[in-house]
């Protein structure tokens, strides 16, 4: 009832917003709102409550809200400035302009004498008093500060210089009487690598005093802070510490010996059988145990497996934690953008040379002509869609369409000599073709239900070629940088992306043409614009001897299998790779929370 009483409250307080406002009546709404929820009332009444509130929160609460206010009632005069007395608004329009405003509000409470740490300059204390007094960076140019004459008036040059030195002279002295239980004079060595020299202030105060020499060595052994306190504590025998210390100590010994064996083993077992090395199934409640458990019934991405198969650890802090790399903004055409782009164009390029009846393998000239307008003119198109607006795009935008308009200095031009000339009899029959897609409903269910082993998977396969002829098929997958799995990657089932295509790529074959085609392996279609490396790149381990190739497709299945397996055993581990910072790390954006470098 109490709930029910209070939404009602807050329902009669929030009706009178509806509808459009002048600035000048949302105005006077918003601050009726703001008396009417007591707010202000409430703010000075707190520091009498029974409740005992932090020291200073009344104050900063008292200046938050009179800041709110002063910020809003600005804000609406500088919009009715702009759109007079009598345009109206909704709400939603009055919130935005308070949110935006708000966010980079700032405000600052009093002083409190004699409280914290006061930062200032020396001509700012006079007067004032303080038991430990630190006047730092005294070294020449800074106390005194240089004197910098007025340009135009040179001829009193001398004497204003004399003044300006008797004054930094005087707050020196000032500043000398303002402590009263310690002086620190304090003057860094060294900037970068240019030696600095002492302040002549210094020198005389040295000469007529003889003060204490303080150096690293003095402060040691010394502890300021609760993290200096734990440091030293991990890094000595905590049990000493606490005898020699007594109860002054406010550190739990049990808590520290047991963060210093969880690093010792995190360290020395990366391995291990440890929630704190990876292996989470055991420390999990129940109903987390059986939601784990289910991950093995789910449907995997090739590129989601391949994440795990480099490093568990990062496949648990995406996919299982949900977290998100901060992507740094970039007004370039990105790798993956301009692959996007180029992988629409071929589709729909394919697509309709398919209807028209064209294959570009050895065509005649006016067939070539045809198809290098049909597919400059989709280019076009999809970049102006695309709207690439920056001006570091122009480059990219060169290299596919033509350097100063030479359509034969572009990537596309090059793309239908490769397509005439080294098809090797492969014609080009399925394109971004789908498989695992439960939500395509145009698939056969066996390639919806596509599974490696007994796990579901998924993927998109840019390009299937077949050879009527041999009863072959290759699979053809575009790239920007040409990169090519490794043999050892693809025996040791990391890479699985062409080995998985391949076993999919036949299922397709058979669902869709009713013909069983032997695979003849798979292509790297490189689009880095150098007539060297443009082109098909065979892969050789897929491309060669049928024995081997069928072998490696039997590692990718098993595999597969065995990641979902050991993901749904709740098995994380960091990354076992030799090379893993080329791999895995180097790019990785999880590697601060994993701490990977400390068991290197």
Known sequence: MKALKSLELLHNYLKHFKGKFT???????????????EIPSALINSGNSEVLLPAGLVEKNIKAVNTLFEITNEVFTLLEEEYGSSEKFGLKYFLNQIRTAVISARYNIKEKPGYGVQVTTLNEIRGLEFDYLFICSMCDGDLPTRYMPEIFLSGSYFKKEEMHQTEER?????????????????YPLSEERKE????????????LFSPVVKTEADYRDTIYSKEELLKLA??????????KSGSELSINAEDINHAINIETLRRNEMTGNSPFTGEIYESLKDDNKEWLSDLKFRQYSVSQLEVYAKCPYKYFAERILKLEEIDEPTEEIEALEMGSLLHNVFYEFYKIL?????????CSESEFNSAKELLFSITEKKIEEANFKSPLSFYEKEKILGLNNRKENSILYEFLKQEREKSGGFIPEFLEVSFGRIDKEELPDAIKNLKAGGVLVRGKIDRVDISSETEEFKVVDYKLGGAKPSSSDLETGISLQLPLYIYAAKELIKAQLNKDYEAAGADIYSLKYSKKDFGKISIKDLSGNRDTAENLIKICLDSVEKYVASISEGKFHLTQLNDRENK???????????RIEDNS
Do not use: P
């Open 23 to 37: 600035i000048r009546e949302f105005r006077d709404l918003f601050t009726d709102l703001m008396y009417k929820l």
């Open 196 to 207: 600095l020299v002492q302040s002549n202030f210094l020198v005389e105060f040295k000469n």
């Open 354 to 362: 398919n209807e028209r009846r064209i294959v570009l393998s050895r």
């Open 170 to 186: 005087y707050h020196f002295y000032q500043a000398l009487c303002s402590w009263k239980k310690g002086l620190y004079l304090t």
């Open 234 to 243: 991990g890094e000595t025998d905590i049990s000493l510490l606490i005898d």
């Open 584 to 594: 895995v790390c180097r790019f990785c954006g999880f590697r601060s929370i994993c």
